[in-house]
């Protein structure tokens, strides 16, 4: 793990008189939520992608997305659900833009996420919608807001309070993609209890050091069933006799949240490079 303070941290400082200061020391973290570095930037010697730390001590990470511009995406929010867990951090998801849900595509991820147990909030920050219901989520709690650019994180907070004043950018109309208006985490503080984290809109994520065999237990549908593999090894991709491919066949797991964890599966195999 990389030795500086990331937000969240609580640190140990000496303040000098010109408002410059030293931290000599970082409080052990309760928890942290990281991934591995983007493939261009910090790669060690040996080509392993190093972690980067988003942000510590958290109590909710809230997945953001939206159902268009950017178009919502399945596999980055279950990227981002096996980030949080394997750290321990509570998920819920935020589907926002729902004013441009032309196609009435949001009822069936909604309907996908929440029977696998997670909590979904449908908002439209244009016409207000759904945005009252997320305050009570936030309260007494470290509350970290991220996903791709341009889906809305920084709007969804101002409209939350208006007087953080979030800096909102556009979305590209050619690339449909943010325009990564967010440079760099933020925290502030609602009360003495809540805070919130806006972050940097994501090109890419990939959680950091979780092997190839572990990857099943981040995915909570997975968990009953997983011990009924015929290997203790089972990757859940071909081998014989297991109880997932099974259970996907049949139906109890949803197809689409088993292509997601072959195509993280995949990046996983890929990752050193030597
Ligand atoms: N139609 C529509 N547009 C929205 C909605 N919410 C936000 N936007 C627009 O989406 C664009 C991007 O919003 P931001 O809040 O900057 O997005 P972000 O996720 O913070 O992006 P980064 O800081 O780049 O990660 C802005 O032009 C917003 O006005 C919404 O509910 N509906
Ligand atoms: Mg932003
Ligand atoms: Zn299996």
New binding site residues.
Partial sequence: MLDIASVGDFVKFDMNEDGTGIIYEIEERRNYLSRKSPKLKGVSTRGERLEQIIAANIDTLFI?T?I??PDFNNRVVDRLIVTAFSSGIDVKIII?????DNKNEVEQWKKLYEKIGYKVFL?????KIGIEKLHDELLDKVNVFW??????????L?GLFPSFN??????SDYSQK??????TSVMKKVDEKTYLV?????REIDPFGIKKEDLGHYFIEFLPFINECKFNTCTHHHEPGCEIIEQVENGNIDERRYISYLNMLETIEDDIIY
């Fill in positions: 953001v939206s268009k511009h926002n833009k729902i004013d441009l908002t439209d920050c244009i016409n996903g791709s650019s341009g889906v809305g994180k920084s709007t969804i101002n979030f800096k909102v950018g556009e979305v943010g325009t990564h208006t967010t440079v806006d972050t940097p809109g994501l």
